[in-house]
């Protein structure tokens, strides 16, 4: 049997199908795809690909590598179904067309080894941060790490987050009281905040504690699946959907579930309940999770009157930020005001928005390390833009988002500083 085969006669080729069907080829979201910017060629849009899908999926072509590729290069920013009339859905699409290519022509390289490294034991995490600085050295600076030799995937400005060992779930007690305790929230890390953000984990907690939020630390937890999911790899996904959904079940109803990551965000929320659509009882369980999860400054803003929140923040910032809106965040999720409110209350106004501060960074998580040209070149415009502001911070509301702009100032040499938003929350209420 062709390995493609698995996956025409798997409910995957149906589902995908559904999705494709609906394109009624108007081009509406060429206008707004950023690898088409870059590139100028159909087949890299939406339009373009779905009309690739639908010959591959009645066998009218042959899934050869180049096309592939083609299928491959898609950032995952979702622009294209914010913009889609007709309701396609892109965040479908992507993960079941890779699913079809990774069947066929097994996955790229370092796709291979990204998800490798995510499905291995904790103590493989425990080797690598051992084994991290024969290869990068550290800088006398908040720079994260640099390469020492030429590395392949790695260039020479990468930025290079420091991996911590043992992370900050295995150093943390099971919860984190806060002194007269209003609510209990359950906090989800997603593997960046784990291992190489720990910072930002302490900083979520330092700020949900001193608003009266004691914070649970669900020890079961495991990578969202993100990096799987999006590769395509949906066996795996789902695997590790049941693992979470068992590891936050143990909360008591309808407690909050906080994370700092836009994109571990939107796949508990969003695709946990497709991952799990096989069985209605786990599709259900996942839907009624997903209402429980919030990204901290949905849950800040849901939470508290924004007069209390500004007179808890007793050390303003004294300088005006730019905030770049995570894909995953914004589109992914619909979170847009939250976090702005929040900066705007922090620095007493001073939020100044950059051009198309939700237009992608360019990192999509292993998109930029296969599709680097194209990635180096979104982080080009928007790493302008945000220089054009004449702020010295760009604060946003993902590690992943982060690795990317602070790799982009360090090329461009912007001179500016790239924070998560739980950074300036925790300056502002003065337990940094
Ligand atoms: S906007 Fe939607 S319907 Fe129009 S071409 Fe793009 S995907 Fe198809
Ligand atoms: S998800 Fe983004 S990169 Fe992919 S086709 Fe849509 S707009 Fe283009």
Redesign the pocket.
């Known amino acids: 049997m062709a390995p493609e085969n698995s996956f025409f006669e798997s409910g995957l080729l149906d589902e995908l199908k559904t999705e494709l069907d609906?394109?009624?080829?108007?081009?509406?979201?060429?206008s707004v795809c950023p690898v088409y910017e870059q590139l100028k060629l159909e087949k890299f849009?939406?339009?373009g690909r779905?009309a690739l899908l639908d010959a591959i999926t009645s066998r009218d072509l042959e899934l050869n590598t180049p096309l592939g590729q083609t299928l491959d290069n898609c950032i995952m920013c979702l622009a294209?179904q914010e913009?889609?009339?007709?309701q396609?859905k892109t965040e479908r699409i992507i993960p079941l067309a890779r699913a079809l290519v990774s069947r066929k022509q097994g996955l790229p390289f370092i796709k291979k080894l990204v998800i490798k490294g995510l499905t291995l034991p904790e103590k493989t995490i425990r080797q690598a941060a051992l084994l991290e600085p024969l290869a990068f050295k550290s800088l006398p600076m908040e720079s994260g790490l640099r390469r020492r030799f030429p590395l392949p995937y790695v260039d020479q400005n990468q930025y290079i987050p420091r991996l911590d060992w043992p992370g900050f779930r295995a150093s943390s007690p099971e919860v984190f009281p806060a002194r007269g305790e209003k609510t209990t929230v359950s906090f989800f890390t997603g593997c960046l905040a784990n291992h190489a953000f720990t910072q930002q984990a302490a900083n979520l907690v330092k700020v949900l504690n001193a608003l009266g939020v004691s914070v649970q630390i669900p020890k079961e937890q495991i990578c969202c699946a993100a990096p799987m999911h999006v590769n395509g790899e949906i066996t795996i996904a789902r695997e590790n959907a049941l693992k979470n959904l068992e590891a936050l079940s143990g909360r008591p109803a309808g407690q909050k579930i906080v994370i700092l990551c836009a994109s571990c965000g939107f796949t508990l929320k969003k695709v946990y309940p497709h991952l799990l659509a096989d069985s209605p009882e786990l599709a259900e369980k996942a839907r009624a999770m997903a209402d429980d999860v919030m990204d901290i400054s949905e849950f800040l803003i849901s939470q508290f009157d924004p007069k209390l929140l500004e007179e808890h923040f007793t050390r303003p910032l004294c300088q005006g930020l730019t905030y770049h809106d995570p894909c995953h965040l914004a589109r992914g999720q619909g979170i847009l005001d939250q976090p702005r409110h929040l900066l705007n209350l922090i620095s007493r106004g001073g939020l100044v928005e950059m051009e198309k501060p939700d237009q992608c960074c360019g990192s999509g998580g292993t998109y930029g390390l296969v599709h680097k040209d194209v990635s180096q070149q979104i982080l080009k415009a928007k790493m302008i833009r945000a220089e054009k502001t004449g702020v010295k911070l760009i604060a946003t509301g993902c590690p992943a988002c982060m690795i990317q702009l602070k790799s982009g100032v360090l090329k461009y040499q912007t001179g500016q500083k790239v924070v998560h938003i739980v950074d300036l929350l925790a300056t502002a209420l003065g337990v940094k």
């Open positions: 609906k394109c009624v080829r108007c081009g509406e979201c060429r849009t939406s339009r779905i294209c913009k889609c009339g007709s396609v």
